[in-house]
């Protein structure tokens, strides 16, 4: 009998475990309940939307309904699910005129994501004053933005999308002023890449306000304002809220599935949550991080695909585990990129190892040829065992930033010890690289402090 | 007592070596006899010094002999080594002016690096042609270009050396031909490739002749003819000789080392060769191929290092062993770069593995994103096993080619299956990459031609 998998939630997770499913059994029945009209959109894209770079948002799909469609997948766009009934193995949903009706699963897969944190600010029901998460969000920010009257931004919290937007609307010839209740922003790294992710900001007239926590926001005609502790405030005629997110999980609760870490969906590492025939992924779930070996929320795009995945492979009858997250993630702000992978020294620390983290600068190819650019590289490893836990990394945006952590990512995946990144051969040209590549002069950096730093009890070096 | 080491050769391996055993052992009495007066000089930087990106050869350098004096090393410039004597192990070494001496060590590192090899091609002593190996040849280079008849040059050989001269010299405003005697160029990679890489250099307007053997140089006046099989002929101010290098292992054979494939010196994974207290590292020595398991003659700077660095370690007490080379390579021609690492499909075919080559194309990143390049891509692993064997990898110098090289040759480290690519966690912003990362996605290719290819007898398969 053909498999009738029901999967809802038409993201990253969901559009990759359908596409799998149908790959790996040709004869699934696979229905995706989208709850918007927008199925498979890159939600990271949206910075890049409201910058004016992406012209067309219908370009931001991933792929388009026809070409999921085409692969045999069912979409119900427009349509919300309400209830799971697990005795029954059935879903409540309901269409955009209200009417409801029950699908039957043999294996149903949640992928319902996340949805902006709520910080507790007055004032956010204000008009002008946006998340940014869904499509929806997106259109209405853009409205707002071909006003002649909007000139100016005050985006609340400095994470990546906070950090995105205020490159996308200098972009946009706005002025921009950035507020992150901490004293750096980029918290996901070290404060030294933290400062230089600000100090790329400025250079491009966004204004950093660190360590100022916002607490209301009005209207006074046409304009708003955003007032902090002691007294600070800042007008402009936009507010972007971007604090972080948080699971989904409404939906899961009615059919009874156990929760885990931040209330993320308790999920094993075949993707299964603790009511059977029911599987979740992506950001709504928990993150089986594999340096740690255990569970953490850690919402990110390329998790979820990796997650809906293995969900879709399993839900068709497959016998596969995600193999774990590092945490790899980064982003560009204007010509810069910052990039990090596995932990960084105060998570190892919390973790139990007994870290060392060196700061490494070099060029990112051989000097002498032209265009070569500073990398900024944090690298932590365990002081007893030798073993690489993580690594940060920041320069310019042709300097291979993004692909030389993931040469970090793929050696953490494997539990190399920093010593061994010597033993990588890795390519050489003068005009992209040297003869060992700045990871492994990095690398040696770190080894060599280690053999030094008997001596020291800080677990932070600078090299020069 | 003082270890005394004594490292004949000043290039790549000699100075990794030589640096490498100060690292270990400050009390080491290390010397380096180097035959001119241009130690630890980039010899991968001429092209980019004749096309004129490097203003001034002194750049070339990785670094200056005050900076390796400072570590505490002693190098003997203008010195030749004549011979070894293991028996009393002394070096005999003379000088610019003709006076010898001999000198004493403990321990003897061996880094005399290759030559160019001498076609079977009459006229190759004649005034304007050149080989392109040693800093005295790019200065004779450089002096000619200079000349305002230096209009035109043939470049003889399609390898790296030949392709980036190529580049150079067109950068440099001369009508450049190449004459690769193979139907394509850069065999390193398939000719899929291959041709990729000859369109560039033909898109800026160097002629490339294929499948023709040059026979003979002819000096006519002030120009050279340049003779080839069945009537071929070309005319230039000057030629350069570019078909490979060749051990050299002169030296080392006074000493009674025992050679090895291509009469490169055999060395084990210490670094060893067959005669007690001395090493061997760099060009002129085999080199351990970690997927082959064998030992090869495949000179490169980044393996230089590698095997300097062990062999000096070594050579003080240490006990580490070369990890091996995939045969990592980048190279960039005009705004392309072309990289391989581990197998190409008829190496692996000659292994005894039963390959399966897929072909890939895809964007860097986001497509929506603005600058999105095209990724080619050649996938090839075992078909029974499902393990990866190599990557071939073609596209523009800013879509981070040899960083992603990279991620397949730590892979190939690893001995990781291509299935098991996708559970690797590399970054993603749309800027950079896809939530898969290309080198995914070509993994991905690969594993549904695989799991689609029973029926076929094909190893070598392109997937739209």
């Given amino acids: ?28 029945k696979v229905t995706v309940v989208v709850a918007d009209a927008f199925p498979n959109y890159s939600v990271c894209g949206l910075p890049f939307f409201l ?7 219908h370009n931001l799909a991933h792929r388009t309904a026809e070409e999921i469609t085409r692969e045999g997948i ?37 992928g319902t994501g996340a949805m902006p944190l709520q910080p507790a600010i007055a004032g956010l029901e204000l008009p002008g004053v946006y998340p940014l998460r869904t499509m929806g969000d997106s259109f209405a920010v853009h409205r707002h933005l071909q006003e002649p009257s909007a000139c100016s931004v005050v985006i609340i919290g400095g994470g990546y999308i906070g950090l995105e937007m205020a490159d996308a609307l200098t972009l946009r010839k706005l002025d921009v002023t950035l507020i992150e209740h901490s004293p750096t922003v980029l918290k996901t790294v070290d404060p030294i890449l933290g400062r230089l992710a600000a100090a790329e900001l400025e250079k491009h007239r966004v204004r950093i306000i660190n360590s100022v926590g916002v607490e209301a926001i009005e209207r006074t005609g046409e304009r708003l304002t955003v007032h902090g502790l002691g007294g600070f405030y800042a007008e402009a005629d936009l507010v972007l809220v971007s604090v972080g ?15 885990g870490v931040r209330d993320a969906i308790q999920v094993n590492r075949r993707m299964e949550t603790s009511v059977p025939g029911i599987y979740a992924a992506g950001d709504c779930t928990v993150t ?29 009858g497959g016998n596969c585990e995600f193999a774990g997250s590092l945490g790899t993630q980064v982003v560009k702000l204007f010509e810069l990129a910052v990039a990090r992978t596995g932990l960084r020294d105060d998570e190892a620390c919390q973790a139990g190892f007994d870290p060392l983290t060196v700061e490494f600068e070099s060029w990112d190819h051989k000097a002498y040829y032209p265009g070569a650019h500073r990398l900024h590289f944090l690298i932590t490893g365990d002081k007893q065992s030798g073993r690489l836990l993580g690594a940060q990394l920041a320069g310019h945006r042709h300097a291979e930033v993004s692909k030389r952590i993931d040469i970090f990512a793929t050696a953490l995946f494997h539990s190399m010890t920093v010593e061994g990144m010597s033993d ?40 020069s």
Same sequence: chains 1, 2.
């Fill in 1 to 28: 009998m053909k498999t009738r998998l029901v999967i809802i939630g038409g993201s990253d997770a969901g559009i990759s475990a359908a596409l799998r499913a149908r790959e790996i059994d040709r004869e699934a």
């Fill in 245 to 259: 997110v948080t699971p989904q999980v409404a939906l899961a609760q009615t059919a009874g599935v156990r929760l």
């Fill in 74 to 110: 069912e979409l119900l766009l427009n349509h919300t699910a309400r209830s799971i009934d697990p005795d029954s193995r059935t879903v409540l949903v309901i269409d955009k005129s209200g009417d409801s009706r029950q699908i039957a699963y043999d294996r149903l897969i949640i």
């Fill in 288 to 316: 089986w991080h594999r340096l740690l070996e255990r569970d953490l929320y850690l919402p990110l795009g390329t998790t979820a695909h990796k997650q809906g995945r293995v969900a879709g492979e399993n839900a068709v």
């Fill in 424 to 463: 990588l051969d890795l390519s050489y040209t003068p005009p992209f690289s040297s003869p060992w590549d700045p990871v492994q002069m990095a690398a040696q950096a770190w080894s060599k402090a280690r053999n030094t730093s008997a001596v020291s009890s800080s677990s932070f070096q600078s090299v």
């Fill in 51 to 57: 910058s004016g770079e992406v012209g067309d948002w």
